[in-house]
């Protein structure tokens, strides 16, 4: 005898045009249907026609004014979660029932693993931590294929689904090196699973905290997340003026890779992200003053000011956008207007091509090891260092340690004082 085949239930959303509220929205609907029947609940959010046409579509148009694409943006989101949060709880239940679903679905009392990883990485997309958002979302998936879920294509998009939750309370030392072992015999990084991991002590102390737990897998005598070993990324004084000076008059795109990267190096190890989100506005004729866009979302960010080199300038004038309207971006790497997310994937992009740039460059003129634009940072930082500068003030300033440190500390530098510390960074044209 056949077997009998097994349906499984089946989740999706619809904009109810039943209901039509006096300013023409109409809610947005969760609906399951399981053996004929049909379960549905409200997402509290409401659209119109146009609007929701807007969320279905892969991004939000650019046409829009900034304001509404972000609205629209928002609403992407909550209506993209709920339905992959809806199939990963009916993947794992095993016999479907309305009250359970709802539970799993709705209670946000569900002190589990996945379900606060959820949280942290809806919470880090409001405030617009992109970066932040997508590790917690990649800690999430690699803790999903983990636990017994896959990998699943759709359209040009590839999500992780299923894997059986665990309750926060559950998480011990063991689960943690079971985790770690299976990480890195799937042949992923040290790097990686030591970002992950991180993740995962963050929400386990703060479920600490709140008091949902009473003791946490991490600490002294406990699990010890692992290191990746140190690797050398500052160049020396000799290397970077070989990087500067090289003629590639004939490969305009490795040129233009390098200036930017040189350009970084100037800028004390300023990071792909801030160096895409530098504006006119940002800069004088003798300094650039920017806030860093890994603290902007913090009530009092951290703002930096830093000489205007002229081999910095150079870049700009060669590279940069022109017309010099204030709200302008410097350089023609980001749009105004586009979501976090499209931001994030812009700048990793960007970062991608420069590495390679950078590589090539490197390879041929015979320097030694990986450089990347991380090198330009930490060059910066360890030939200031040997100029004199104390150790404590860069490392702080690169964001090594205690960055309170680094701020009070430039904050006693007089401006022309930095220009001459600035002074040691350039290499003679002439060096061997």
């Known amino acids: ?3 009998k085949q097994v349906i499984r239930p089946t989740a999706y959303i619809l904009l109810d045009k039943r209901r039509v509220r006096k300013d023409g929205k109409k809610p947005v609907r969760l609906v399951v249907k399981h053996q004929g029947e049909m379960y549905i609940w409200g997402l509290n959010l409401y659209l119109t026609d146009i609007d929701y046409r807007h969320t279905q579509a892969t991004t939000i148009t650019s046409k829009l004014p900034e304001d509404k694409r972000k609205e629209l943006f928002s609403a992407k989101t909550i209506i993209e979660d709920a339905i992959k949060k809806a199939r990963n709880i009916l993947l794992e239940m095993g016999d479907f029932s309305k009250e359970a679903f709802s539970k799993k679905m709705f209670d946000k009392n569900q002190d589990t693993l996945f379900t606060a990883l959820e949280a942290q990485y809806k919470k880090m997309v409001k405030e617009g931590r992109a970066g932040n958002a997508s590790s917690y979302l990649c800690t999430l998936n690699a803790l999903r294929l983990f636990r017994g879920g896959e990998k699943k294509r759709e359209g040009h998009r590839v999500t992780t689904i299923g894997g ?25 990084s040290a790097t990686s699973i030591g970002i992950y991991l991180r993740n995962v002590r963050v929400i386990m102390n703060e479920a600490l905290s709140d008091g949902k737990i009473t003791t946490t897998p991490f600490g002294k005598g406990k699990y010890s997340i692992p290191h990746a070993a140190d690797r050398k990324l500052a160049l020396t004084l000799e290397d970077v003026g070989k990087i500067q000076f090289a003629d590639l008059s004939t490969e305009p795109a490795l040129e233009k890779y390098r200036d930017y990267w040189i350009f970084m190096y100037y800028s004390g190890g300023m990071n792909v992200k801030d160096m895409a989100r530098l504006k006119f506005k940002d800069i004088t004729v003798d300094e650039i003053s920017y806030e860093r866009a890994k603290t902007s979302y913090k009530k009092r960010g951290q703002n930096i000011t830093i000489p205007l080199t002229i081999e910095a300038a150079r870049v700009i004038d060669k590279w940069g956008n022109k017309g010099y309207n204030p709200e302008n971006y410097v350089f023609p790497i980001l749009k105004h207007g586009i979501d976090p997310m499209k931001e994030r994937r812009t700048v990793v992009d960007e970062t991608a091509k420069i590495n390679r740039a950078i590589k090539k460059i490197a390879t041929t003129l015979d320097i030694e090891g990986s450089i990347s634009t991380y090198t330009a940072r930490h060059s910066f930082a ?7 500068v104390p150790f404590a003030a860069i490392s702080d300033f690169m964001g090594h340690s205690d960055t309170k440190t680094t701020e009070n500390y430039l904050a006693g530098f007089e401006k022309k004082a930095k220009v001459e510390q600035w002074a040691n960074l350039i290499p003679k044209k002439n060096a061997d």
């Open 164 to 188: 059986k939750d665990i309750p926060l309370k559950d998480i011990n030392v063991q689960f943690l090196k079971s985790f770690e072992k299976w990480f890195l015999k799937e042949g992923k």
């Open 1 to 3: 005898m056949a077997k």
């Open 382 to 388: 360890t030939i200031m260092k040997r100029s004199g």
